[in-house]
């Protein structure tokens, strides 16, 4: 598996993990089947009832019918008996039971497994032709061999060039350019469909055909059972052709993304595939049953030999398919290339035999062990393969959304598929009269009704008759029980919907918040810009700490550093608590911006606190009371203790005032990490203070308020 | 044979370089590990530099790889990216593993590991600057690692530009953690990609 993956990626990995599971479903399913049915009629019946004259034959292997035909292999070897033992084993509950059991088993993981992908692997938006997403997301650590990089980096880089060259591509279309792709999408639908029902239809003329060469003896001539692997055969020839028949398509028809080509083709496969299984199963239903005997039997011969020719053409299409293109791809023609695996085409053959082993299950009991047979060959055979033979797929493919199609195409189609054709043959169809488990009765559950009528004999089973008679039988439950589920449903839908607004307010939130930082900074620059100016013209003016020859960059790079720092202080928080962030965020940090910058006006003497152009105030506490502390201050001149900053020297009031008020705006707005922000801004103002005083000293000052700052990070990088 | 406490039992604690604030713990039983994996990785560890990496690990001893051996294991060796995964998880920034960050940069590279914690990784792995920032050079860088001579240098502009501007939320011109991992999320394929076998 690791040098699968290390050569050819994951999207070739995601096949052969698929591959594995479905060897496990039939490993269960055997076990199951072999366990519960097969092995008491063994121990109670030792010999099979082989009629004279017939023995084994290679013939056998091919057409299932024959030796194979009076064995276990078949639903019409098994006795209708109750065998008595050590227990009494009823059969026919056996059978029905085992069967429908290994089929709520069956159902049971796939819903679980599809529900684990899909929320594992679901995906809003279609980022498969961004940019961004190809450069970083998409290269594949576990790929090892030196060659299969230097692939997948041409690749990368062909993608990358290809998608600069859309990009400069996409201007509108013309409408006759319109038109015609339009003509060309209804065309290529009309042609595979029209294939798909075509094929269907030859199917069933031909199995009316040899329905009329067949007769119901038990002896067949050698013509005759070659006759029988025709349609077999042509199915499995149209399951080989058609599907490369629609990979054609590719080349003349434009999507508009890869995502919709994927999808197009995805319909196209399953339509034509359900469509020749549904043709076969109705043939078998209606027209077999009525005419053969041991109808059952027969259907389960046909089975045998689809899985069987299925089988062969698989490894025929990988000795052609690959083999051979690859050797035309190497030597005779360079220019075509050497083949790509295609997982798509191979995931859908290994769910058309999947779904050939589901439908099988009922009436050849023993069918998921030739399965596991089929499986494990062809592991083995697809590895070598696809180790000699092809080289990685070229588009880096998103793996992880395929699985989870994949994996919901097995379940809808194939399993729901398989489950009601059995279905429908054990209720509605007449099971045989002389071979099986449930001859002689009306339908297949019948046998159960009978049980249950046994049972009425029974005391102290009462609950189990109850049970059956009003949940199982009556309707109005199975009524009521969709109602229930169809309002869940509904529930959660409508509480996605809400989920999704939300998500894309969240977004928008984000860009803002985005854009108030740059404004901000913007203003902010602009002001010591014209502050610088100011002070150059009014030297007499109270200068306190900004001396002309320091650099406005400095200081503004102090204010922005202090900024910055409280941003990405901010934004951590929220990220770090996860949840929706409280948009009361928002007017904190503009409060205290605009509470640092009407300081910073107050002190270079501008008494007009009243103009703040521009600034819109959300939260205005914070604000008014800087302003306060600083007026206060200013009109007197008083000096006032210090609470709780300890380590101010003998300075200003005013600026001091101003800090505690803003302190205490923010301790009451609770702003938890308020205490770096006021040590860088305690920083901030020594700096300023001490350059008040002793003006060349600045640089160190700003180092100083710099290293407090770094400080302030450092001690809460440790005290978490 | 003897192993430090801290890989046989469930706390490893990472100092993740440059985020502001964060200790991540990683807590080796919610990553599920199996037993047999820190025994296969001493293993491994051993193995590259056999006279230097001691057997016995229970007095703690501090014995560091250079990046130039780390960066020759076959897991390693064709990643354009080797020399910055390995930067990434060692301690001083320089690529000097020891065992701990040895076994700590094989399980977030694991299976197992995750999404968030990949994203963070992964982050640190495309940072080339270290500044906690996915700028325009950090992202030319990672893109010729990634196609080497294949583009031309008007291209490769373009795509970066592309990649900015397609990922960048709040328009500060470069990918912070928060877009990276917005974009992440995205992309379901990524726990699958990102992840090493060993």
């Given at each position: 598996?690791?040098?699968?993956?290390?050569?050819?990626?994951?999207?070739?990995?995601?096949?052969?993990?698929?591959?594995?599971?479905?060897?496990?479903?039939n490993?269960?399913?055997?076990?199951?089947?072999?366990?519960?049915i097969?092995?008491?009629?063994?121990?109670?019946?030792?010999?099979?009832?082989?009629?004279?004259g017939?023995?084994f034959?290679?013939?056998?292997?091919?057409?299932?019918?024959?030796?194979?035909?009076?064995?276990?292999?078949?639903?019409g070897s098994?006795?209708?008996?109750?065998?008595?033992?050590?227990?009494?084993?009823?059969?026919k509950?056996a059978?029905?039971f085992?069967?429908?059991?290994?089929?709520?088993?069956?159902?049971?993981?796939?819903?679980?497994?599809?529900?684990?992908?899909?929320?594992?692997?679901?995906?809003?938006?279609d980022?498969?032709?961004?940019?961004?997403?190809?450069?970083?997301?998409?290269?594949?650590?576990?790929?090892?061999?030196?060659?299969?990089?230097?692939?997948?980096?041409?690749n990368?880089?062909?993608?990358?060039?290809?998608?600069?060259?859309?990009?400069?591509?996409k201007?509108?279309?013309?409408?006759?350019?319109k038109?015609?792709?339009f003509g060309?999408?209804?065309?290529?639908?009309?042609?595979?469909?029209?294939?798909?029902?075509g094929?269907?239809?030859?199917?069933?003329?031909?199995?009316?055909?040899?329905?009329?060469?067949?007769?119901?003896?038990?002896?067949?001539?050698?013509l005759q059972?070659?006759?029988?692997?025709?349609?077999?055969?042509?199915v499995?020839?149209?399951?080989?052709?058609?599907?490369?028949?629609?990979?054609?398509?590719?080349?003349?028809?434009?999507?508009?993304?890869q995502?919709?080509?994927?999808?197009?083709?995805?319909?196209?496969n399953?339509?034509?595939?359900?469509?020749?299984?549904?043709?076969?199963?109705?043939?078998?239903?209606?027209?077999?049953?009525?005419?053969?005997?041991?109808?059952?039997?027969?259907?389960?011969?046909?089975?045998y030999r689809?899985?069987?020719f299925?089988?062969?053409?698989?490894?025929?299409?990988?000795f052609?398919?690959?083999?051979?293109?690859?050797?035309?791809?190497?030597?005779?023609?360079?220019?075509?290339?050497?083949?790509?695996f295609d997982?798509?085409?191979?995931?859908?053959?290994?769910?058309?035999?999947?779904?050939?082993?589901?439908?099988?299950?009922?009436?050849?009991?023993?069918?998921?062990?030739?399965?596991?047979?089929k499986?494990?060959?062809?592991?083995?055979?697809?590895k070598?393969s696809?180790?000699?033979?092809?080289?990685?797929?070229?588009?880096?493919?998103?793996?992880?959304?395929?699985?989870?199609?994949?994996i919901?195409?097995?379940?809808?189609p194939s399993?729901?598929?398989?489950?009601?054709?059995?279905?429908?043959?054990?209720?509605?169809?007449?099971?045989?009269?002389?071979?099986?488990p449930?001859?002689?009765?009306?339908?297949?559950?019948?046998?159960?009704?009978?049980?249950?009528?046994?049972?009425?004999?029974?005391?102290g089973?009462?609950?189990?008759?109850?049970?059956?008679h009003?949940?199982?039988?009556?309707?109005v439950?199975?009524f009521?029980?969709?109602?229930?589920?169809?309002?869940i449903?509904?529930?959660?839908?409508?509480?996605?919907?809400?989920?999704k607004l939300?998500?894309?307010?969240?977004?928008?939130q984000?860009?803002?918040?985005?854009?108030?930082?740059?404004?901000l900074?913007?203003?902010l620059?602009?002001?010591?810009?014209?502050?610088q100016?100011v002070?150059?013209?009014?030297?007499?003016?109270?200068?306190?700490?900004?001396?002309k020859?320091?650099?406005k960059g400095?200081?503004?790079?102090?204010?922005?550093?202090?900024?910055?720092?409280?941003q990405?202080?901010?934004?951590?928080?929220?990220?770090?608590?996860?949840?929706v962030?409280?948009?009361?965020d928002?007017?904190?940090?503009?409060?205290?911006?605009?509470?640092?910058?009407?300081?910073q006006?107050?002190?270079?003497g501008?008494?007009?606190?009243h103009?703040?152009?521009?600034?819109?105030?959300?939260?205005?506490?914070?604000?008014?009371?800087a302003?306060?502390?600083?007026?206060?201050?200013?009109?007197?001149?008083?000096?006032?203790?210090?609470?709780?900053?300890?380590?101010?020297?003998?300075t200003?009031?005013?600026?001091?005032q101003a800090m505690?008020a803003?302190?205490?705006a923010?301790?009451?707005?609770?702003y938890?990490?308020?205490?770096?922000?006021?040590?860088v801004m305690?920083?901030?103002?020594?700096?300023?203070?001490?350059?008040?005083?002793s003006?060349?000293?600045?640089?160190?000052?700003?180092?100083q308020?710099?290293l407090?700052?770094?400080?302030a990070q450092?001690?809460?990088?440790?005290?978490? | 044979?003897?192993?430090?406490?801290?890989?046989?039992?469930?706390?490893?604690?990472?100092?993740s370089?440059?985020?502001?604030?964060?200790?991540?713990?990683?807590n080796?039983?919610?990553?599920?590990?199996?037993?047999?994996?820190?025994?296969?990785?001493?293993?491994?560890?051993?193995?590259?530099?056999?006279?230097l990496?001691?057997?016995?690990?229970?007095?703690?001893?501090d014995?560091?790889l250079?990046?130039?051996l780390?960066?020759?294991?076959p897991?390693?060796?064709?990643?354009?990216?080797?020399?910055?995964?390995?930067e990434?998880?060692?301690e001083?920034?320089m690529g000097?593993?020891?065992?701990?960050?040895?076994?700590?940069?094989?399980?977030?590279?694991s299976?197992?590991?995750?999404?968030?914690?990949?994203?963070?990784?992964?982050?640190?792995?495309?940072?080339?600057?270290?500044?906690?920032?996915?700028c325009?050079?950090?992202?030319?860088?990672?893109l010729?690692?990634?196609?080497?001579?294949?583009?031309?240098?008007?291209?490769?502009?373009?795509?970066?530009?592309?990649?900015?501007?397609?990922?960048?939320?709040?328009?500060?011109?470069k990918?912070?953690?928060?877009?990276?991992?917005?974009?992440?999320?995205?992309a379901?394929?990524?726990?699958?990609?990102?992840?090493?076998?060993?």
């Open positions: 598996m690791k040098e699968i993956g290390g050569r050819f990626g994951t999207s070739v990995l995601t096949y052969f993990l698929f591959l594995k599971w479905l060897l496990m479903f490993v269960v399913s055997f076990l199951i089947n072999f366990g519960f097969t092995i008491p009629l063994l121990v109670y019946d030792h010999s099979p009832n082989i009629p004279e017939v023995s034959r290679g013939l056998e292997l091919l057409t299932g019918a024959g030796y194979f035909n009076y064995s276990v292999l078949y639903y098994y006795s209708n008996e109750t065998l008595v033992g050590l227990v009494a084993y009823d059969m509950l059978y029905f085992t069967i429908s059991l290994y089929m709520v088993l069956c159902g049971i993981a796939l819903i679980f497994s599809m529900a684990k992908s899909f929320k594992k692997n679901y995906v809003l938006a980022p498969a032709s961004n940019s961004a997403w190809q450069l970083l997301c998409t290269w594949d650590f576990s790929v090892t061999n030196e060659r299969a990089v230097k692939q997948r980096k041409n990368l880089s062909v993608q990358l060039k290809e998608s600069l060259s859309e990009g400069a591509q201007e509108m279309l013309t409408l006759s350019e038109m015609k792709h060309v999408h209804l065309g290529s639908w009309l042609l595979s469909t029209g294939l798909a029902f094929c269907g239809a030859g199917i069933y003329f031909l199995c009316q055909y040899e329905q009329q060469s067949t007769t119901d003896e038990s002896s067949w001539t050698p059972e070659a006759q029988t692997l025709l349609v077999p055969f042509i499995s020839l149209m399951n080989l052709v058609v599907p490369l028949f629609y990979a054609l398509f590719k080349k003349f028809e434009v999507y508009s993304s995502r919709k080509q994927i999808y197009a083709l995805v319909v196209r399953v339509l034509f595939k359900m469509s020749i299984l549904a043709v076969l199963c109705y043939y078998w239903m209606h027209v077999v049953a009525k005419k053969f005997s041991c109808w059952e039997s027969m259907v389960g011969q046909a089975l689809l899985v069987f299925d089988f062969l053409f698989l490894l025929l299409g990988s052609f398919g690959e083999f051979l293109s690859n050797l035309i791809g190497r030597k005779l023609l360079p220019s075509l290339g050497v083949p790509e997982v798509a085409r191979n995931v859908f053959e290994l769910i058309y035999a999947q779904t050939l082993s589901w439908i099988g299950i009922y009436f050849s009991p023993l069918l998921p062990a030739i399965q596991i047979l499986c494990f060959i062809l592991f083995y055979v697809k070598v696809l180790a000699q033979n092809c080289q990685p797929p070229q588009r880096t493919g998103r793996a992880a959304q395929m699985q989870t199609i994949l919901a195409l097995l379940f809808f399993f729901v598929g398989a489950l009601s054709i059995v279905a429908y043959t054990a209720w509605s169809l007449t099971p045989s009269e002389q071979c099986g449930f001859r002689g009765q009306n339908n297949t559950f019948s046998a159960v009704g009978v049980w249950i009528e046994d049972l009425q004999q029974i005391p089973s009462q609950w189990a008759v109850w049970i059956y009003h949940v199982i039988r009556s309707e439950f199975y009521f029980l969709a109602l229930i589920v169809i309002i449903i509904y529930i959660f839908w409508q509480v996605t919907q809400g989920r939300l998500i894309a307010q969240l977004r928008q984000i860009i803002n918040e985005g854009k108030d930082k740059s404004f900074l913007d203003k620059q602009n002001l010591q810009k014209s502050n100016y002070k150059q013209k009014h030297p007499n003016k109270r200068t306190n700490w900004r001396s020859d320091l650099p400095d200081q503004s790079e102090a204010m922005a550093q202090a900024l910055l720092a409280k990405m202080f901010e934004e951590e928080e929220r990220s770090s608590s996860g949840g962030p409280v948009p009361a928002i007017p904190t940090s503009s409060a205290l911006l605009q509470a640092m910058l009407a300081r006006r107050a002190e270079d501008e008494f007009e606190v103009r703040m152009p521009d600034m819109h105030l959300s939260s205005s506490s914070a604000v008014a009371q302003m306060q502390a600083r007026q206060a201050s200013l009109t007197r001149d008083s000096d006032q203790d210090y609470s709780g900053t300890g380590f101010f020297g003998d200003s009031s005013a600026v001091v505690r803003r302190q205490t923010e301790d009451s707005l609770s938890s990490g308020s205490d770096v922000m006021t040590q305690q920083a901030r103002q020594r700096a300023e203070e001490s350059l008040q005083d003006a060349p000293a600045g640089p160190s000052a700003l180092i308020a710099m407090a700052r770094q400080q450092n001690e809460y990088d440790d005290g978490y | 044979m003897p192993f430090p406490e801290e890989s046989r039992l469930s706390v490893v604690r990472l100092r370089q440059g985020f502001s604030g964060k200790r991540w713990v990683i080796k039983q919610s990553l599920r590990m199996n037993n047999s994996m820190p025994t296969r990785l001493h293993g491994r560890y051993h193995e590259l530099a056999p006279h990496v001691p057997m016995d690990y229970t007095n703690d001893p014995c560091k250079p990046l130039a780390i960066v020759n294991m897991e390693l060796k064709e990643n354009p990216f080797r020399n910055r995964i390995v990434a998880f060692s001083d920034g000097n593993l020891s065992f701990n960050e040895f076994v700590d940069m094989f399980s977030v590279l299976e197992t590991a995750p999404r968030e914690l990949k994203a963070i990784y992964a982050f640190k792995i495309y940072d080339f600057n270290v500044d906690n920032f996915l325009k050079e950090d992202l030319e860088k990672t010729n690692k990634l196609t080497k001579e294949e583009l031309t240098p008007e291209e490769v502009d373009l795509v970066c530009e592309k990649t900015i501007e397609e990922a960048d939320l709040d328009g500060d011109n990918l912070s953690f928060a877009d990276f991992e917005n974009m992440i999320s995205r379901p394929d990524f726990l699958s990609t990102f992840h090493i076998r060993i």
